[in-house]
């Protein structure tokens, strides 16, 4: 291959050099060249190239939440109004505008397909993000609207529709994919469309004769109680997400120290004090349906073998998933008429616990239960350490733990075990 000389006159006469020599000239290396040529290339990505890019690159649930703006923003989207005409909340037609009255004409907002277009600041601009902000906004009311009738017909109470998670979802997505180029887009990273503002969780912790109920309500119906008792036992103990429940291990069962290393979110792994009998009925629950790869003591035991299994249709045994929860959650609100008031799902163990640590303990008992962050500078001076934790899970829990009692009886073994006086 060869390409003109950088030397040459403008005579008709053009010598050509090679690669090689052109990179000489430039006292670069060949390789250096083609890479240098190669990222040149890549600048001209198209936006559907681009999005798909961003996307493969991101993690599973960070995708998940991310893909219907950045799909919607890639291939267009809409007509969608700012009316609850009849037929613009139609689910057969994905809630976008098929009214022709005043109101729907005037609100209509459209995004275009510029799946095919070069990235550039005339696509990634402002005007851009704020309309998928409302397009998201009026679609997920418009789905919650629907989604409010259907289960009215159930007679299930109505949940929260106003859209606003899913158009903070949208912007937050845009803004990371045109972040991705700033100098593709004169440096536009987003920020000055703002995200809404939260109104505030409706949660709120379940009393005790409520927490009560609902573990006794677990216990006695469903077609595994067996399995659901322990998942809600396991979510009392570790304040786990639903996500930190069916993707637990069996390596992070540490039945010596009495710990469940716990995975949290971003990637954060945090040890959480819990009962010996916990760890022990997970681990016979393991083994007995999920086979010898859960056994620590057997030579086929593998760490990464899941905690939770139901039965199939089939009759075998497979690891939970997310949708375990939902089964759960639709059986407490159909069976506990407070529950589907509330719309008691899996986090509300997590909230009434941190709850009871918080109003017993103290507000650092219930970030470090909750894995969450100091609010201020000031709380980092009483974080509450794991032991704190275990004293306070073992009080409230009614078990001991290695953390709290026994030290002594412990360190007097060891000093016998090893002749120390």
Sequence with gaps: MTIPSPNTNTGSSKPEVSMQDFADQLGISLDELVSRASSAVSTTLTVAEHADQFLKHRKK??????????????????PVCDTNCEPCIDPRND??????????????????DISHEPVSSKKYNRAALAAAG???????????IDENRRRAAKGLPAKRADGRGAQESAIAALRALFQEVPELVAGYDGKDVKKPKPLGGSRRAMRDFELLELFHFT?????DPELDTLVVEYGIHTGSRR?????????????????????DKNGVEVDMPVSADLIRRLLLHAIERGGPRCDPNDPQYQPDAPVFYYKARNGTYRPITSRRFDTLHRRWQDGLAWAAEEQVG???LRHTISHILKTHYGQQYANRYLRHAPDSVTDMYGVCTTEELARAMSELLEYEHPLVGGQDERRAQVHRNLGVE
């Excluded at 409302?134 to 919650?144: D, F, N, P, T, V």
């Design 61 to 78: 649930n960070t995708r998940r939440t991310y893909a219907t703006a950045i799909r919607r923003f890639v291939y267009g989207f809409g």
């Design 95 to 112: 809630y976008q505008c098929q009214c022709d009255c005043g109101p729907c004409r005037n609100s209509r907002i459209t995004l275009l």
């Design 134 to 144: 409302q397009i998201a906004l009026r679609s997920a009311s418009k789905r919650g």
């Design 219 to 223: 216990a006695v119906g469903g077609d």
């Design 243 to 263: 996500s930190g429940a069916y993707e637990v291990t069996i390596g992070q069962l540490r039945s010596a120290a009495q710990m469940i290393r716990l995975k």
């Design 346 to 348: 899996y986090h509300h």
